[in-house]
């Protein structure tokens, strides 16, 4: 594998159950992301990753809770989630913060 | 406050002629910009950048220009092929900080 790939694709869940995202980047990045991307909306930056430390936590409701355990790895953990949090989440690497990043092909979560 | 805008949401394009896609911000010290490519059902893929201190930067077919006085960024496509059909997502950044993206510009070719 190569890149960055996230597991699953497509989710559907119910408001009551939790589930959990990952993303694994095969670039030797040092840097992860997790975006949102709603309709008709800018991606979102949800969290950020630097050598396994969250550096950036933007206002994000505590029913996300990302996980960094290895610079190759991340997930989010989801429960108890609402309809409006259905969107494509992408997950994302860079070599360092700044840097380019690279996106996975994201999972496209149904919440019912 | 939105930072990056993309004030079209879609552009048609004939093949074989150019495509302008534009893009405006607002934080004067921005100082790199990014174009992403984005198919459906796909994460997006990094396109061409430019730094600040440049006012063009090209590769292949696209060539991104840059207008500080203006704050605008524009990417043009020449010739546009069918398989330029996706979403553009302009983006930028400021020294050490995170991407601030627009909304993206509907890209579609006609054959």
């Known amino acids: 594998e190569t890149g960055v790939t996230q597991t699953p694709r497509h989710l559907v869940m119910g408001m009551t159950n939790k589930k959990s995202l990952k993303c694994e980047q095969h670039l030797g990045h040092n840097a992860m992301y997790w975006y949102k991307q709603s309709a008709k909306k800018p991606l979102e930056l949800m969290f950020v990753y630097s050598l396994e430390e969250r550096v950036e936590n933007n206002s994000v409701p505590s029913r996300f809770s990302p996980e960094c355990p290895n610079s190759s790895h991340l997930f989010l953990h989801l429960h108890t989630l609402q309809p409006e949090d259905s969107a494509l989440y992408l997950c994302a690497s860079s070599q360092e913060f700044k840097d380019t990043q690279y996106f996975g092909p994201g999972t496209r979560l149904t919440v019912l | ?111």
């Not at chain 2, 992403?36 to 893929?45: L, N």
Request: with cysteine; hydrophobic share 35%; charged share 20%.
């Open chain 2, 1 to 111: 406050d939105q930072q990056v805008k993309q004030n079209s949401p879609s552009l048609s394009v004939q093949e074989g002629r150019i495509s302008i896609l534009n893009c405006d911000y607002t934080n004067s010290m921005f100082d790199y910009f990014l174009w992403y490519k984005k198919y459906p059902a796909e994460g997006p893929t990094f396109l061409i950048s430019i730094s600040s201190i440049k006012d063009k930067n090209e590769d292949g077919r696209f060539t991104v220009f840059l207008n500080k006085s203006a704050k605008h960024l524009s990417l043009h496509i020449v010739p546009s092929q069918p398989g330029d059909s996706a979403v553009y997502f302009c983006a930028a950044s400021l020294g050490n900080e995170k991407l601030t993206f627009g909304t993206g510009t509907r890209l579609t070719i006609i054959p």
